[in-house]
């Protein structure tokens, strides 16, 4: 008599389409690691819209969200200790023309989306202003026609506004570790679906910390599956963004790391942007 088929679980992950997200999902999308019985499908969307699709009907078994997202999401998903994305004394920055005065009270700003960390911190540094909400990958090319003041920039445009002959006013990551005395900026994590059962809960966190693992291991080729997703950056450039958000931190989270996103969504709340307290619980 033939041996069942072990039985395979399909889970939906959503992600954004970035090199540091694709990075993770190299060992993943070319099944270069064992799967133990995981069928993974890829649904690629801008972190906003990922964002937006956890809150209205927590459709996908596993996502990508925004820490800030998290705070309105937490009785429904679990945050997996693999797969944040952190920046340690930089994050996302405020771009201008250059002369552009610093100041941002009362000035419109181009934001990539309502429930993004970055939006969330900058109402931490100041709330007078007037946000533009802006996809993400427009940003740019809003301030540089002058269409907004300022531009709130994440991915790669981090490192890419000079092309626009736009000058960085504010990195949000930096002021965030002087404002904190040195702790990390938690922006995004990837959250796992409290209804999936004791077992998926279990395992699949670490077959993703494995998928990352791999990535880093086999750093050349996972560079290259990456590139895909950078909108035409070049390698040396691609090479750097991933290196910013694919780090020790987003291995595991860490100490340093549950401290950073603990303390921003405590500080959310105390400023009274966030609706209520959340205490952080992970799954490994």
């Known amino acids: 008599m033939p041996l069942a088929k072990p039985k395979t679980m399909n ?10 997200d694709a990075f ?13 019985g995981y069928k993974v499908g890829h649904v690629i969307e801008d972190i906003e819209s990922l964002n937006q699709r956890a809150l209205k009907n927590a459709e996908l078994e596993v996502t990508a969200v925004s820490c800030h ?24 920055i405020l771009v201008a023309k250059k002369q552009t005065p610093a ?7 181009a934001i990539p989306g309502k429930l993004t960390t970055a939006y969330l911190v900058l109402r931490l540094f100041e709330k007078k202003f007037t946000p533009v909400f802006t996809p993400f990958d427009k940003i740019l090319e809003a301030v540089d026609s002058g269409a907004v003041d300022f531009g709130l920039v994440i991915h790669e445009g981090q490192i890419t506004y000079k092309q626009f002959d736009l000058e960085k006013i504010l990195d949000l990551g930096a002021w965030w570790h002087k404002t904190t005395n040195g702790l990390p900026l938690p922006l995004g994590v990837d959250v796992i679906r409290r209804d999936l059962g004791s077992e998926v809960l279990a395992t699949f966190p670490g077959l993703f910390k494995e998928s990352i693992q791999y990535a880093l291991a086999n750093r050349r080729p996972a560079l290259q599956y990456a590139i895909r997703y950078g909108r035409g950056i070049s390698e040396e450039l691609n090479d750097r963004f991933v290196g910013m958000y694919v780090n020790d ?5 860490g100490p340093k790391g549950e401290a950073g996103f603990q303390r921003l969504l405590d500080e959310g709340f105390r400023a009274g942007i966030l609706p209520k307290k959340i205490t952080l619980d992970f799954v490994s």
Do not use: C, Q
Request: glycine share 6%; hydrophobic share 35%; no cysteine.
């Open 11 to 20: 889970i939906r992950f959503g992600h954004s389409p970035d090199p540091d």
């Open 24 to 36: 993770m999902f190299y060992a993943f999308a070319e099944e270069k690691i064992p799967m133990r």
């Open 69 to 92: 997202a998290y705070a309105y999401l937490a009785d429904k998903y679990a945050v997996m200790r693999s797969g944040a994305s952190i920046g340690d004394k930089y994050g996302p």
């Open 103 to 109: 100041s941002i009270k009362n000035k419109r700003i």
């Open 249 to 253: 931190y987003t291995v595991d989270l």
